[in-house]
């Protein structure tokens, strides 16, 4: 997967769970009932790109994210530090000095770029969870709300929305462990063929 891909995949994909997520609660709640749109035709994008963009200038999905994130940059950045030879020093060799060597290496190395793929694939399957847990908690809560002001059939909706959630966590950490692995395969060709590098680059942030 390219670069591109990856941001489009990103981009589109909060639209498209809106969309599952409200077709599921007016299904099981009886409220309303929907088709989904043909994507393919022009005149349907605006449903998808208006909750996506409304989506994306949110921080929900950093939230959702930011402890399996940073797990997966953490391990890269003392996985660089162990392959210079040094002692970790947090203060100095933070991810954002490091990030800058790791990426180079990373875009200039045939090999590295085909784990950077592998690692694009794995992100937009692992971004797409994080969405998922964010929508599934809040049409769980939609769906509290509906139950609480009479809508019995709501509660099962509920349940429903908090079996995503679960599902979508679960998922999260899969790709996370699956992450760290790509990552440590890029770890291992780097310091295979790039050790002198790194050890030069933690050698100018002392």
């Not at 800058?100 to 045939?110: G, Q, T, Y």
């Not at 847990?133 to 009479?150: C, H, P, Q």
């Not at 950490?173 to 990552?183: K, S, Y």
Request: with cysteine; charged share 20%; hydrophobic share 50%.
């Amino acid at each position: 997967m390219t670069l591109g891909t990856l941001k489009t995949v990103r981009f589109i994909m909060p639209g498209i769970l809106y969309l599952v997520f409200a077709k599921l609660l007016g299904v099981i709640t009886g409220l309303w009932v929907t088709t989904m749109p043909n994507f393919a035709k022009a005149q349907y994008l605006p449903i998808v790109v208006i909750p996506a963009v409304l989506y994306y200038i949110t921080p929900f999905r950093r939230w959702a994210n930011a402890r399996f994130h940073n797990r997966i940059i953490e391990r890269l950045r003392t996985g660089l530090v162990a392959i210079s030879g040094n002692s970790d020093n947090e203060k100095k060799y933070t991810w954002v000095n490091l990030r800058p060597l790791f990426f180079s290496l990373a875009d200039n190395d045939k090999s590295l770029e085909q784990k950077v793929k592998l690692a694009f694939s794995n992100g937009a399957v692992w971004t797409s969870f994080a969405d998922s847990a964010v929508l599934s908690i809040l049409f769980f809560l939609v769906s509290i709300f509906l139950y609480l002001i009479g809508f019995e059939d709501a509660f099962l909706a509920g349940l429903v929305f908090a079996i995503i959630f679960a599902v979508s966590v679960v998922g999260s950490e899969v790709c996370t462990r699956r992450h760290i692995g790509i990552g440590e395969q890029q770890l291992e060709i780097i310091k295979l063929k790039y050790k002198e590098s790194v050890q030069s680059r933690l050698h100018e942030l002392d």
